[in-house]
């Protein structure tokens, strides 16, 4: 088994290198094309058409908020101090979260990808609504959810399990899973063709590792035991890796992620909650905010038991945190423009004298 992503060698165009790329990379007029394996605090692997390269990522770049991301697509320059990635390719997709932390900005888990797959475990209770969360930054990507029930070896309600997601996750194939019967396998390995790349979302310990493995032929990935108390998985996988299948297909395996805070994902609320954007959309008011307005087209569903309370409790719930973050962000910006305006004063007033 090994872990090490540098003894891969994929060519360009398995990586989905295409026309469009290298006109992009001509326009440089200089620097190696490549497409990030792996992105660490500094430095990223990227796999180029001599063999993968670890390259510094600039401070600058990600001070920008266009951090380098596994999956992106790059060139790299060789330059007295080594490789540096010198150029991003604009992102087709983007699994982005808010960043954990206080200051809100957002982090891109896997650029470019095409499917998300949405991992739960059936060896533990469905939460409806972490599923829901992470279908809402799944359609944000611009990329297609599939959600994966694991360890369907390990229970037998699995068809009731397929079945409540369904009613959560209108739109979204639901498909129950095994590695240890290979259940359903042969569906998966089917959305893997040509350089289509697809990502991993879940907790520790649901088997996204185990399944990488299962679909490269190999022990690609490092995999663990979860506690018998809770469920909960050891975080054997530590980095965003970008996988290249021998068959064909790429896959970005994640760490287990349990917080999963939005960012600017209101179109991946409307396609997680359909009912209720319809509803909305027929409200008497553009501005209604869903609560004592008359006319109000979702208050009238919800007690029609079209919208059931529990589905529009939680969109509620998405919607105000969404909206306080952009109350931030604004609040960020006016208190950088005023340092802005303090520094500008500074700099401009005259001997002596106090802005």
Known sequence: MTDDLASLAPTLESLGWTPHLQAWADEQARGVPGRIARASRGHCLVFTAGGAILAASSSVRSDMGTAPATGDFVTVLHTDDGPTISAVAERRTALTRRAPGRVPEPQVLAANIDDVFVMHGLDRPVNFRRLERQLVIAWQSGATPLVLLTKADEVGHHEEAVRSISQIAPGVET?????????????????????????????????????????????????????????????????????????????????????????????????????????????????????????????TARIDGRIPARRLEHWTQLRVELQYQQDQLEEFRRRLEAKDRIEHERRHAGPGRRP
């Open 175 to 299: 498909l129950a899973i095994s590695t240890v019967t290979g259940r359903n396998i042969d569906r998966i390995r089917e959305r893997f063709t040509g350089s289509r790349t697809v990502t991993l979302l879940g907790l520790s310990g649901i088997g996204k590792s185990t399944l990488v493995n299962e679909l490269s032929g190999g022990g690609v990935q490092r995999t663990g035991q979860v506690r018998a108390t809770d469920k909960r998985g050891r975080h054997t996988t530590v980095t965003r890796d970008l996988v290249p299948l021998p068959d064909g297909g790429i896959v970005v395996d994640t760490p287990g992620i349990r917080e999963v805070g939005l960012w600017d994902a209101e179109e991946g609320l409307a396609k997680t909650f359909p009912e209720i954007a319809d509803a909305a959309s027929h409200c008497r008011f553009n501005d209604c905010r869903h609560d004592r307005e008359p006319d109000c087209a979702i208050r």
